[in-house]
């Protein structure tokens, strides 16, 4: 089954960090874009930052020189370095891509099940 696995996850104090990463399966390739969603209670899901293949970034404004998104060479990995912490950023955080599978030959959003971070103030 395609799967992409989110960790990293938890219960910090506002102001500080957490780094959360995303492994997407084998069967995963030529991943155009890697990026990290967020839901809170209520809300609708809203992106928080995406990274392309050829390496260029978008960030929020609401994150924008506090969070960074990387992905690791192989391209099956990514993450999200979440510094400066509010407590509205609490959230479900969801890895995402668009990308192709050995079993399906078009690109295809695939999302992880979702990591909790909470935010105390």
């Known amino acids: 089954q395609v799967q992409l696995m989110e960790s990293g996850g938890g219960l910090v104090q506002a102001g500080g960090s957490l780094r959360l990463s995303c492994t997407a399966s084998?069967?995963?390739?030529?991943?155009?874009?890697m990026g990290w969603y967020r839901q809170a209670p209520g809300k609708e899901r809203e992106k928080v930052a995406v990274?392309?293949?050829?390496?260029?970034?978008t960030y929020e404004d609401f994150v924008k020189g506090r969070f960074t998104i990387s992905r690791d060479n192989a391209e099956n990995t990514w993450n999200l370095q979440m510094s400066s912490l509010k407590a509205e950023d609490t959230a479900v955080y969801y890895c995402y891509c668009f990308a192709k599978t050995l079993s399906r030959m078009e690109y295809y959003d695939y999302w992880g099940q979702g990591t909790q971070v909470t935010v105390s103030s």
């Open positions: 990274i392309q293949s050829s390496g260029s970034t």
């Open positions: 084998r069967s995963i390739f030529a991943i155009n874009v």
